[in-house]
């Protein structure tokens, strides 16, 4: 079922398996960061009200969803999983349309929401409990799992079809209802995400898509006591606040936030691989990812040969419209993501960073039309600057040498998030180390800080998320709760 549009462009809300306006009809315009000509279209700008529908519908169709087989469930997610996979081009290229990411890059990230809906298909045929032996010996006790009801999702705009179908494909299979909002800024290539969940035949109310601002729709999921469960990626800020409205009634939450991903180059690591490692960690999607690497720090032995490497391969990447075959980098997302990103710079050289390369705006024919900035990097960062603290969300880079791999794991940890982190060595007591000693939820060794396995857990430490870990089997653990069985 295509989206019904009273006129081109003009994307609608899904609710209670209809595709409806929002109850004012106001709605706002989607551009390319690239290119602001190009209009990607329009989405609604949706009130409580129409909220309160999605999450009416969402708590109606629980009931009959929930007691469906996990297989029935499941057969219902492959479908959705094949009609993405017949659409592969048109939802990658809305997606480099409205955000920016490359096309090769928008390929690769629907694709694996293909992987997602399938892996989590699969879900529907696996145990959902144990066998625990009672104290009493004519007994039989044993736990399985509930669903939690209602969940709302509320998706940031970096990765617009992965993250939204990470969050929606668990709560679906596990037996939940859900009312997704997604960031308004990617919400065209969200509602056609929604366009094939539609096609693949969920209950009336078993999903809905209510697009409109974060302090309403976001604000308004997090404190509607119809929803059960609320799972957020995004800012710290703005996770902080949910988590806090959904405690104080009661809910359950799971916040998955920032990053300030350091990569640790070893006197003995292999060059080559690491500075391909830092390129990609740090400037692919225009360092817009929470798992970006942000912090590269270098033992001084190899600190000089590493730079130099480093700021000369820097200088191939091409820059441009995601849309054309030999970009390698897209603009920031958008105007607001750019001069945050400038901000950045700017309060790095002020605060005694050396800029040695980029920093600027980008500017001439094919840039003036869209939001585009020059991968940056820094040396002589210390800690206790802004850019070393703080996570920037675009194309920067912080060098920083030491002289020791304890030194290194120090400065390394010395910053509020733990989500990803990366080493590069071969020696096998440094790995040891750096797994034992770095505190994040996800340590890679000789491999970047970015790039999320979909069947492993995913999360941080410390300010990063809520503590728990989203994707894999790990995500039974939010969307259910545990019910222990007695029978005699
Ligand atoms: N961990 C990650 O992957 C991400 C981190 N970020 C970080 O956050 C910074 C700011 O990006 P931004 O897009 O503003 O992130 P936000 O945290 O504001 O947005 C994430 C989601 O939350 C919604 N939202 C906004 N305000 C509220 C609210 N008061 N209550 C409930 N939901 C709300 C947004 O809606 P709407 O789009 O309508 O505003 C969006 O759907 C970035 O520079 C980056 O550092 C951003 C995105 C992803
Ligand atoms: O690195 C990835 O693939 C996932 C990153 C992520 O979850 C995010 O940026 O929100």
Redesign the pocket.
């Known amino acids: 079922m295509a989206v019904q549009t009273t006129e081109k462009d003009y994307y609608l809300n899904f609710v209670n398996g209809e595709w409806v306006p929002s109850s004012t009809n106001e709605r706002t315009k989607n551009i390319n960061p690239a290119n602001n000509d190009d209009l990607v279209g329009y989405v609604q700008k949706s009130t409580k009200e129409d909220l309160d529908q999605a999450v009416a519908a969402a708590k109606a169709a629980q009931k009959e969803w929930k007691n469906l087989s996990g297989d029935e469930r499941g057969k219902i997610l492959y479908k959705a999983a094949d009609i993405l996979e017949s659409r592969i081009d048109e939802v990658a290229e809305t997606m480099t349309r409205e955000m920016g990411k490359t096309l090769p890059e928008a390929k690769g990230e629907t694709a694996r929401g293909v992987a997602i809906f399938r892996y989590y298909a699969g879900e529907g045929m696996r145990k959902v409990g144990d066998v625990i032996p009672s104290t009493d010996k004519d007994a039989f006790m044993f736990t399985t799992r509930v669903p939690l009801g209602v969940v709302g999702v509320i998706t ?1 705009w ?2 617009p079809v ?2 939204p179908i990470w969050k929606a494909a668990p709560a679906l299979i596990y037996g939940n209802t859900v009312v997704l909002k997604p960031a308004t800024e990617t919400a065209v290539t969200c509602a056609k995400v929604f366009e094939c969940l539609a096609e693949a035949g969920f209950p009336a109310g078993v999903v809905n898509m209510v697009s409109g601002p974060g302090s309403v729709i976001g604000q308004g999921l997090a404190e509607h006591s119809d929803v059960n469960g609320i799972t957020f ?1 995004g800012s710290n800020s703005v996770g902080k606040q949910i988590g806090q409205t959904v405690l104080a009634r009661g809910g359950k939450y799971q916040l ?1 936030m920032g990053g300030k991903n350091p990569v640790i180059v070893a006197a003995d690591a292999d060059l080559d691989l690491a500075v391909d490692a830092t390129i990609s960690g740090g400037f692919r999607s225009t360092g ?5 690497t942000s912090r590269v720090i270098v033992q001084s032995d190899v600190y000089e040969a590493f730079k130099e490497k480093l700021l000369t391969k820097i200088k191939d990447i091409t820059i441009g419209n995601g849309l054309e075959d030999n970009v390698w980098m897209g603009p920031s997302a958008s105007e607001n993501q750019l001069n945050t990103v400038l901000s950045y710079i700017q309060k790095g050289v002020e605060e005694g960073g050396s800029l040695l390369l980029g920093g600027e705006r980008l500017s001439g024919e094919t840039y003036d039309k869209g939001y585009f900035v020059q991968p940056t990097v820094f040396e002589g960062v210390t800690s206790d600057m802004t850019i070393a603290q703080e996570e920037i969300f675009g194309p920067v880079l912080a060098l920083m040498k030491v002289d020791s791999i304890e030194e290194a794991l120090d400065l390394a940890n010395d910053v509020e998030y733990g989500l ?1 982190a990366s080493i590069f060595t071969t020696n096998i007591q440094k790995m040891l180390s750096f797994i034992n000693e770095m505190d994040a939820g996800l340590v890679r060794i000789n491999a970047e800080s ?3 396995e979909l069947q492993a857990p ?1 999360g941080g430490m410390k300010q990063s998320s809520s503590h728990s870990r989203e994707q894999g089997q790990a995500a039974v653990e939010f969307f259910t709760s545990i019910k222990t069985v007695f029978v005699k």
């Open positions: 940031p970096n990765f992965a993250i990626t998955e817009q990812k929470c798992t970006a990803s970015a790039g999320v995913f």
